[in-house]
């Protein structure tokens, strides 16, 4: 299968073709390879001395390097993304949790006899349901209910949909011309 060096291909195979490689990060020795070492560089890896790596594109997708409208840039050799990601607070929509619930609270219609509450059942007081605005001793104050946080901070899986296939790597075939 005929190819210009550095050229990468989806391949449907489970095997590389002749003069091609997987692409999955392999470290090749520079002498073994010159020509293609003369294209990556030690973009995917490798010391530059003495070995360079081929891309690994193992369970990743490739995208394009640079930047588009509105997009953000990608360095070429540059890995990013993740497969799963844990909601937090911090990354959710703001959103309020409606609650709801009976209290029930022993009270007797007699006319209390004792300011504390402790170790003691609730007692009537004169106009103690009070609709007035203005009247703070005697308005009955709504309860307020917090929701706290759930959830048990397992990641999300976020993989786009995929077909499992190799990429592989022109090794050797025609020298790519600048122009």
Same mark, same amino acid.
């Given at each position: 299968?005929?190819?210009?060096?550095?050229?990468? @291909? *989806? $391949?449907?195979?489970?095997?590389?073709?002749?003069?091609?490689? /997987?692409?999955?990060?392999?470290?090749? &020795?520079? @002498?073994?390879?010159?020509?293609?070492?003369?294209? *990556?560089?030690?973009?995917?890896?490798?010391?530059?001395?003495? +070995? $360079?790596?081929?891309?690994?594109?193992?369970? @990743?997708? &490739?995208?394009? &390097?640079?930047?588009?409208?509105?997009?953000? /840039?990608? &360095? *070429?050799?540059?890995?990013?993304? +993740?497969?799963? #990601?844990?909601?937090?607070?911090?990354?959710?929509?703001?959103? +309020?949790?409606?609650?709801?619930?009976?209290?029930?609270?022993?009270? $007797?219609?007699?006319?209390?006899?004792?300011?504390?509450?402790?170790?003691?059942?609730?007692?009537? #007081?004169?106009?103690? /349901?009070?609709?007035?605005?203005?009247d703070s001793t005697t308005k009955a104050i709504p309860l307020n209910i917090q929701v706290g946080a759930t959830g048990g901070s397992i990641p999300i899986n976020i993989t786009q949909p995929s077909l499992g296939m190799n990429y592989i790597i022109c090794m050797y075939g025609v020298f790519p011309s @600048?122009?």
């Amino acid at each position: 299968m005929e190819g210009t060096i550095g050229e990468i @291909r *989806l $391949f449907a195979a489970n095997f590389a073709p002749k003069d091609w490689s /997987y692409c999955n990060g392999t470290l090749i &020795a520079i @002498r073994a390879n010159t020509a293609l070492f003369s294209i *990556l560089g030690t973009t995917y890896g490798g010391d530059g001395q003495v +070995t $360079f790596g081929l891309p690994n594109l193992s369970g @990743r997708s &490739a995208i394009g &390097a640079g930047q588009g409208p509105g997009l953000s /840039y990608y &360095a *070429l050799g540059e890995t990013t993304g +993740t497969n799963t #990601k844990t909601l937090t607070i911090s990354n959710i929509p703001p959103h +309020t949790h409606t609650a709801g619930g009976n209290i029930v609270i022993p009270a $007797f219609s007699d006319e209390g006899d004792s300011g504390s509450p402790a170790n003691n059942i609730l007692a009537s #007081k004169a106009s103690m /349901y009070t609709s007035q605005e203005s009247d703070s001793t005697t308005k009955a104050i709504p309860l307020n209910i917090q929701v706290g946080a759930t959830g048990g901070s397992i990641p999300i899986n976020i993989t786009q949909p995929s077909l499992g296939m190799n990429y592989i790597i022109c090794m050797y075939g025609v020298f790519p011309s @600048r122009s």
